[in-house]
């Protein structure tokens, strides 16, 4: 398969593999083993100084995992790529390798809870500060960077309420300062939005959610813009913290990519057919969904993203507990964290994923006492919306229970 000409969907099924390396096997084999053996002393030797480039042990490198580390290179455009045991282990590889203590990192207004969680720990342990900020403003930007900036940490969209980060922008003020740039891109994958196009240097995923696809497997991929730097972590913070992916994990996310086209397109789909009839509804307040042309960042979303994403997070009429209620109304869609799965899932970020942000910024950030966050699965949209209209018609029974 020739390299980087082949169009994104055919690179999800062949890149990074070749059958007539691994006995013709169509699939890339499981290859669950902890060591490799040499064939002799001096291969032993040879390899351990780099002169021959066999595998060694699974922590340093495994067949399997090498195979999904090449494929999800390929996708983002990347120089290379490293795969972890979780997004999180994917996260703190990059942000030890591009900080040292006394650093400051700037990050974007809302970036996943535990990354929140690591960012407070490597303040408190290591003097690593750092700012949240609205990066709408490219003068608020240039003012927020301090001459110990170490790296620009962005999400986009920001969970849950899909507020956007222009890319370009951000980029190009990295680049010009020559700070590294970190874009998680979990909500995207690479089908919808490929960060390095736009001048950032690192991508992180939690590959537990689209890339993975069917709710069966914790994963973290790392790619980047430069092998030397690739290498360096996969020898520093891959090697030595030892965060690494295990080769049936690895099988699982090749097969999950194979089809990542076809799913996007149809979560996608659901997506907006669901927030269009969630818009018309009497019982939402507000819809917070990229591909909304009354969201603010609407225009970034057509600028930097080829479709709107699977998640929808909306505010009922009500308070918490009308919103538990509704949860608790409904039939099929499951009440459950993460994304991405074929299942459609539904949270309530105030007592569950945002629960640790203080009320006062959550009010700031638009996470309100009855936002819920529906991450939109493949079933029929029908079944989806008959589900949560149900759900709808009982609150409203409940509301008024002296009219019967
Ligand atoms: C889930 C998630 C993570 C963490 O990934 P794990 O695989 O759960 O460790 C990081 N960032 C985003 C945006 C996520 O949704």
Not at 91 to 105: C, E, K, R, T
Not at 254 to 277: E, F, P, Q, S, W
Not at 308 to 315: C, D, K, M, N, V
Request: negative net charge.
């Amino acid at each position: 398969m020739g390299k980087g000409n082949k169009r994104l969907e055919t690179k999800m099924i062949h890149a990074g593999y070749q059958a007539a390396e691994h006995l013709g096997s169509l699939t890339p084999p499981i290859y669950q083993t902890s060591t490799f053996t040499f064939s002799n002393a001096e291969q032993g030797a040879e390899r351990f100084a780099g002169e021959d480039d066999g595998y060694i042990y699974s922590r340093l490198g495994n067949p399997t995992v090498r195979v999904l580390e090449e494929r999800i290179a390929a996708l983002e455009n990347g120089a290379g790529a490293l795969a972890f045991g979780s997004g999180m282990a994917a996260v703190s590889a990059i942000l030890f390798h591009l900080i040292q203590s006394g650093d400051h990192i700037l990050c974007s207004r809302g970036v996943y809870g535990c990354t929140f969680g690591l960012l407070e720990m490597l303040e408190g342990k290591f003097q690593i500060e750092h700012d949240f900020i609205e990066m709408a403003d490219e003068e608020r930007i240039r003012n927020s960077i301090k001459e110990n900036t170490a790296c620009i940490y962005v999400e986009t969209p920001i969970n849950p309420t899909m507020e956007l980060v222009d890319l370009s922008l951000i980029c190009k003020i990295g680049n010009e300062l020559n700070i590294p740039v970190v874009v998680d891109n979990t909500f995207c994958s690479p089908y919808l939005q490929q960060p390095l196009q736009y001048g950032a240097n690192y991508v992180v995923h939690s590959a537990t959610k689209y890339i993975g696809g069917h709710g069966d497997v914790v994963g973290g991929l790392l790619i980047g813009d430069s092998i030397e730097q690739m290498n360096t972590i996969r020898m520093t913070t891959q090697k030595d913290i030892g965060g690494i992916m295990s080769p049936f994990d690895a099988w699982l996310l090749l097969r999950g990519l194979k089809t990542l086209a076809v799913r996007m397109d149809r979560h996608c789909d659901n997506a907006k057919k669901i927030a269009r009839y969630l818009a018309g509804h009497a019982k939402v307040k507000t819809i917070y969904y990229p591909g909304n042309k009354d969201h603010p960042d609407y225009h970034i979303a057509k600028a930097q993203m080829t479709k709107a994403g699977g998640l929808i997070s909306f505010q009922i009429e009500g308070t918490i507990e009308t919103a538990q209620q509704f949860m608790n109304e409904l039939s099929m869609v499951k009440i459950a964290v993460s994304l991405g799965d074929a299942e459609t899932l539904i949270q309530h970020p105030v007592s569950m994923t945002h629960s640790i942000v203080p009320a006062e910024s959550r009010e700031k950030m638009g996470i309100h006492d009855t936002l819920l966050r529906l991450s939109v699965g493949l079933e029929a949209w029908e079944d989806i919306c008959e589900d949560l209209e149900q759900a709808f018609q009982k609150l409203k029974a409940a509301a008024l229970p002296t009219t019967q």
